[in-house]
């Protein structure tokens, strides 16, 4: 089914309404400091539509794993990235619960980013009650964070059941499509490569993907779990070591592990049953 893009929209949907946006700037921060803003600068196009329309534009993200609340994950430290990128200010909303009147003030083409999500339990719950006071920032709903659209999270999911019209952004859009291309009609060998620190909220991925792929690439801190599954000591490494049988399940029988002992730059190549993979000549 083909999904609703920015560009299905009619001007008339778009002009001096909020567009709600939930975008991925989880971005890498040391020292007080973005040191990469690749992913502000992916949301930027979809961003920039917006306001080249007259929307007033709320932004939703999350950033690290808090918690609860913690300046230390507040999204109040990168606001001047933001502004950097986007050329234009950048009110930002502490609190979303009292944030309304905040989003009714933007001018048209007016930026707000809004504190991160997962400062509030309600947003990992996927809780109705939180979609709706996230709602209540929008108009219409852009879901642009592909690198978070897997997880059911109130901002990801319950919120595009609320808001209509509800469409995809164009770094979702740009995304979706070269996945659609690489599982319909991929060049062999066809490898995977995936990263992340869990392996429980890849399982359904690497299940739907070894059909398909001739070999997947797991490194990040997920691979640590395989490590430990085939019986590598990980010492103090993050790893799940409660999903460890999940790990064991994907490995055995359907599928063999290639790997090497962990190190600090290690990864595990898991590849289905009755697999080739070979080069170019």
Partial sequence: MKKRSLRDLPPAALDGKRALVRVDFNVPFKNGAVTDDTRIRAAAPTIAYLREKGARVVLLSHFGRPKGPDPKSSLKQIVRDVERVLGTPVEFIPDPATGVPATRRLPRGGVALVENTR???????????????????????????????????????????????????????????????????????????????????????????????????????????????????????????????????????????????????????????????????
């Fill in 119 to 281: 400062f509030w339990p309600g947003e990992e719950a996927n809780d109705p009650a939180f979609a709706q006071m996230l709602a209540a920032l929008g108009d219409f709903y852009v879901n642009d964070a592909f690198g978070s659209a897997h997880r059911a999270h109130a901002s990801t999911e319950a919120v595009a059941r609320l808001l209509r019209p509800a469409a995809t952004g164009f770094l979702m859009e740009k995304e979706l499509r070269y996945l659609g291309e690489a599982l319909d009609e991929p060049k062999r060998p066809f490898v995977a490569v995936l990263g992340g620190a869990k392996i429980s909220g890849k399982i359904d991925v690497i299940e739907a993907l070894l059909p398909k792929v001739d070999e997947i690439l797991v490194g990040g801190a997920m691979a640590n779990t395989f490590f430990l599954a085939i019986g590598f000591q990980v010492g103090g490494s993050l790893v799940e070591r409660d999903k460890e049988h999940l790990a064991k399940g994907l490995l055995g029988g359907r599928c063999r592990a290639i790997t090497s002992p962990p190190t600090a730059r290690s990864s595990t190549s898991i590849s289905p049953p009755d697999s080739t993979s070979g080069r170019e000549s």
